[in-house]
């Protein structure tokens, strides 16, 4: 007793250590350890809260809890209670990736780089909780922004044409305050956004440090917790890899979303990383548009290009089906063979190995005379085709540029390619078939083995081709 042992805290992201270094090993932050004895004038580290920032929704009480029977959870949840749901078409889109609608006292955050929409996806997203067409009537909802002014906000708003009472615009980036605010609203949902942008008061490290970050996290979650207010978080996503990034976060929070677009596109895609509540298959698309984010009805068809006539259809040209998520898209693959050329192999969307596999398989499988072509490959939009799903759909349009024969309209092909042109199932085959059916294409090319599985599918007239091999595959369909 009476000597007190001396620690060494990083100012940035509240790393201790009983040693002096040079730089913070946690976050090799330089010059940023400071000498503090414990007990005494220690910062708040990590995860603790010290006694001077403890506040109602900083309970840090020790209750006696007692185990509960599991029937007895379940007697007190509301069935009807449990989600929020999320009206209108774009409500749905949400919901859906969000496992079915809100749910109450959950904390969700929504990650994406900047510039992606993530601001304009919470506006939106505060105006349809607020109007509650579902939840019978409107409720408050508070959108806190420490990025932008009251005006600008506003200003969006006024653009994506919502005008609903009963949002409340807040610009602030102290928590203590914030929450306090939200406290006499009896919200319906809050909106904090950014997370790197909001303090709280006695911790170390400035606003969007790790420290910071993570006690303002778990402030809200205890929040969101003891009040039953859900509450949406944006974070923002570094390509540097900062050490504050929303990914630390991702154990506190109950909901991972990202949100991703491609730089030239409009698409929007958010994704559901995790989910406490749900499963996170799902994937939303949405359109960033004039006035805002867009759900897309169909979006199975996005990635196709412009349909073309009957007549002008080109060679070279075959459609798959691939899987993201729990949905299903349509993609188009486009192949140009050049006799003479150099024999070249450029690929784009299609990985290099894979495609050189197909066009080897093609050559000494199924015959094709392709040693002396050129061969190129590229999908369609931008896509990524990274799964077997699509070697068909490769291999078909290869045959069809090398054969200058354009495949008939309303033609997919689904299935990998084996080493011996042997052609495989794939998972998820109902679910692709289906979308296939759905679009109203007249023919869909399949593995023989994966026939069998399929007797329950209502494929209306689609009409399904199963072939066993690439032999097989050219012969029917060429
Ligand atoms: P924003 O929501 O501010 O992105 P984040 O919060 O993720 O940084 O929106 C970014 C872009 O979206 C911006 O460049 C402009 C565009 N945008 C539209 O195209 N239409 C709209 O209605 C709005 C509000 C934004
Ligand atoms: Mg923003």
New binding site residues.
């Given amino acids: 007793k009476g000597k007190t042992k001396t620690v060494w805290v990083c100012s940035d992201c509240g790393y201790d250590d009983g040693q002096w270094w040079g730089i913070c090993k946690q976050c090799n932050g330089i010059n940023t350890m400071k000498r503090f004895s414990e007990g005494v004038e220690r910062p708040v580290s990590g995860f603790e809260v010290s006694e001077n920032v403890t506040r109602s929704w900083l309970p840090h009480q020790s209750v006696r809890a007692m185990p509960t029977k599991l029937t007895d959870v379940n007697k007190g949840i509301n069935q009807s209670n449990w989600r929020i749901p999320l009206s209108g078409l774009f409500g749905a889109e949400v919901g859906r990736v969000l496992g079915g609608g809100l749910v109450p006292g959950c904390l969700v955050l929504v990650g994406?780089?900047?510039?992606?929409?993530?601001?304009?996806?919470?506006?939106q997203i505060a105006a349809i909780v607020a109007e509650g067409c579902d939840m019978g009537g409107p409720a408050p909802v508070l959108y806190v922004s420490g990025?932008e002014s009251v005006e600008q906000i506003g200003n969006?708003a006024d653009?994506?044409r919502i005008g609903t009472d009963e949002i409340f615009l807040y610009a602030s980036t102290d928590i203590e305050d914030i929450l306090e605010k939200a406290q006499t609203l009896s919200l319906r949902a809050l909106v904090i956004?950014?997370i790197q942008t909001v303090y709280l008061r006695g911790v170390t490290g400035s606003a969007g440090g790790l420290s910071q970050v993570k006690e303002c996290t778990e402030a809200l979650l205890r929040f969101a917790k003891k009040t039953n207010i859900p509450v949406f978080l944006?974070g923002?996503v570094t390509k540097s890899g900062e050490i504050a990034g929303p990914r630390v976060l991702e154990h506190i929070v109950d909901v991972v979303l990202y949100?991703e677009g491609e730089k030239y596109s409009?698409h929007r895609l958010l994704r559901s990383v995790k989910n406490r509540f749900g499963c996170t298959d799902e994937l939303g698309v949405f359109e960033?548009?004039?006035?805002?984010?867009q759900a897309v009805s169909n979006p199975s068809e996005m990635f196709l290009s412009e349909q073309q006539s009957d007549s002008e259809f080109l060679a070279g040209l075959a459609f798959t089906v691939i899987m993201d998520g729990s949905r299903a898209f349509l993609i188009e693959i486009q192949a140009l063979c050049v006799a003479g050329s150099s024999v070249s192999r450029q690929v784009n969307g299609v990985q290099a190995g894979r495609a050189e596999m197909i066009i080897s398989v093609l050559i000494k499988q199924a015959g094709l005379k392709l040693q002396e072509n050129g061969v190129f490959l590229n999908v369609v939009s931008g896509v990524h085709l990274s799964e077997t799903a699509g070697d068909l759909a490769v291999a078909a349009a290869i045959c069809s540029s090398f054969l200058e024969f354009p495949l008939p309209m309303g033609i997919a092909f689904i299935g990998e390619i084996g080493l011996g042109g042997e052609i495989r199932t794939v998972p998820r085959m109902d679910k692709r078939i289906n979308t296939v059916a759905k679009l109203g294409y007249k023919k869909c090319i399949i593995p023989k083995s994966a026939k069998t599985s399929l007797s329950s599918l209502d494929l209306g007239d689609t009409e399904i081709v199963a072939c066993r091999n690439l032999k097989e595959m050219i012969n029917i369909v060429f």
Avoid: A
């Fill in positions: 994406g780089d900047p510039g992606v929409g993530k601001s304009t996806l919470l506006l990025e969006r653009r994506m956004d950014s944006i923002h949100m409009s960033m548009s004039q006035s805002g984010l």
